[in-house]
């Protein structure tokens, strides 16, 4: 198995045990950057609550901008999570607007 397929192995199970942090820390090592990737590094982001807000939110969002996207359904399904959160944290309704259509 490839070194770089060992680093993103070990960040899911980081991400799995809640420690988004040091998963986010792994991404640093990551020279081969593909879709599943890009996915789970938001996932990280926008759940790390050491990272100020705005930032987790607009960080996991631009991340979630994939190109020839193998996985659409799951990365709307993410773009949806990330403006779930983010509605409620701003309590914007253009937030939670947005999340139902990337649901939908």
Known sequence: MRNENKLI???KK???DYKFDEALHIFENVDE?????YRLKAECY?????IPTKKRF???LQLLEIKDDNKPQETLRLKGAVCKRKYQHSKDIKDLYR???YYE
């Open 46 to 50: 926008y759940q790390d609550l050491k």
């Open 58 to 60: 607009s960080e996991a």
């Open 99 to 101: 999340a139902i259509q």
């Open 14 to 16: 980081l991400k799995n």
């Open 9 to 11: 192995i070990k960040a």
């Open 33 to 37: 950057k593909n879709q599943d990737y």
